[in-house]
């Protein structure tokens, strides 16, 4: 009943849009190379619509400067370049943000009877995240703190990629070779609230994200800084990270989140996660003792109650004792000694501060794997960066504000197709 109900109101709009030939604008139109093009008689083209199939009869004008061709009524309703309607669009947007592109496919048939075959998703939801990826990179408008104290954590995971992306690449499988590019996520957000035991809790609604296959590395010698640190430092100042009264980073203690961090947010309290710093240390009691061993147990309580307690010097002491003979321990000597300053966990918790990445660790699932690293898929760089611009404009709550900047156009010259 319902498809038949949109496939009478689809003959309608057909009819009522084709009987308007308002679109022939006289014999010569202006193109947008800026040559006169002349006007070359109707031509017709179909179009999905949430309404079902359309076919549209256009004005055409055909440019001799550029040798392209256009149509008035194309540019008004947004369909200049597509076969599918703005607001079918939208829908595909959304769908190929959080399902996988069969799986969209298979929703806009169910859900709204669209016939959207999934390559056809792909390619538009592929095309619409790159717009929205320059759109992040092109237009900043910073808001004021959503709090008085703000996070920024940045980490990175592994999305898996065709193989013709991992030529010459390095990586953890046995024979040296990747399967996988790292995705860098950086993440914002709130904590003023708090949970029965007094820990800052996550404000709902207050996180956003951005992230991307790209560099987080730069040299002396460059002129900019790495494409990740100027993604990092634009969330930040979209989010107004910068004008908050604290201003803390949290990472799990690689250096180069540090390294950004000192370039780009100067003066901020920096954090090691409180969770990573112990999982490091029960590696330790395993490579020691062995894994479930009571030793192991007993010698990682101590010392995850000597961090708690901001006891550095007699963790260290203990990692020393085992640095010269055994691999763990020393690294993890080190990873302590290097980062103490950002393990100072009780003066941390007395300011009411975060001391655990858990925003970040699950915004990694969230706005990465659970949409790019199911069984089967394989990305090109460019096909998972979209899709990631995609997701993380959408769970970033930014996806109506963008569209609405994309209507713009159109709408101030005859709205928008359904």
């Known amino acids: 009943m319902r498809r038949r109900a949109l496939a009478v109101a689809g003959q309608l709009l057909e009819r009522r849009l084709n009987s308007d030939t308002s679109d022939y604008v006289g014999p010569q139109a202006p193109c947008q190379c800026g040559v006169a093009a002349r006007y070359a008689g109707r031509r017709r083209k179909g179009f999905e619509t949430v309404v079902g199939r359309l076919m549209l009869v256009r004005a055409y004008y055909h440019c001799c400067g550029c040798g392209q061709g256009f149509c008035p009524r194309d540019r008004a309703l947004g369909l200049e370049g597509t076969s599918l309607s703005p607001a079918l669009t939208r829908m595909v947007g959304q769908v190929g943000a959080m399902v996988s592109f069969a799986e969209g496919s298979e929703l806009l048939w169910e859900l709204a009877g669209v016939p959207v075959p999934a390559k056809q998703l792909e390619r538009k939801a592929e095309a619409l995240g790159r717009e929205i990826s320059r759109d992040e990179s092109d237009l900043v408008e910073p808001e004021p703190p959503v709090a008085a104290t703000m996070y920024l954590g940045m980490d990175g995971t592994g999305v898996p990629v065709r193989a013709s992306e991992l030529k010459g690449r390095a990586g953890k499988q046995p024979d040296g070779s990747a399967k996988t590019r790292e995705v860098k996520l950086v993440t914002v957000w709130s904590a003023e609230g708090r949970d029965e035991e007094g820990n800052p809790v996550r404000d709902p609604g207050s996180v956003s994200y951005s992230a991307a296959i790209e560099s987080a590395a730069s040299r002396d010698t460059d002129e900019l800084p790495s494409q990740f640190a100027q993604r990092a430092e634009r969330e930040g100042r979209r989010r107004g990270f910068e004008h908050a009264d604290r201003r803390v980073v949290l990472g799990d ?28 240390l029960w590696d330790v009691a ?109 769970l970033s709550g930014r996806f109506e504000h963008f569209w609405e900047r994309r209507s713009e156009p159109a709408a101030a010259t005859a709205g928008t197709a359904p």
């Open 253 to 280: 203690g690689a250096p180069w989140i540090w390294n950004l961090a000192e370039e780009q947010f100067p003066g901020a309290i920096q954090i090691v996660d409180l969770y990573h710093a112990k999982g490091h």
């Open 286 to 394: 395993k490579a020691i003792y062995g894994a479930g061993s009571e030793l192991a147990d007993q010698w990682a309580k101590q010392r995850r109650t000597e961090l708690d307690e901001g006891k550095i010097d007699d963790i260290l002491a203990a990692l020393q004792a085992h640095a010269d003979t055994n691999e763990e321990a020393r690294k993890c000597f080190h990873y302590i000694a290097r980062n103490r300053g950002r393990m100072r966990y009780p003066e941390f918790r007395a300011q009411g501060l975060c001391v655990s990445s858990g925003v970040v660790e699950a915004g990694c699932k969230l706005a990465i794997a659970t949409r790019l690293k199911r069984a089967g898929m394989h990305w090109t760089v460019a096909g998972a960066n979209a899709i990631i611009a995609l997701r993380c404009c959408k």
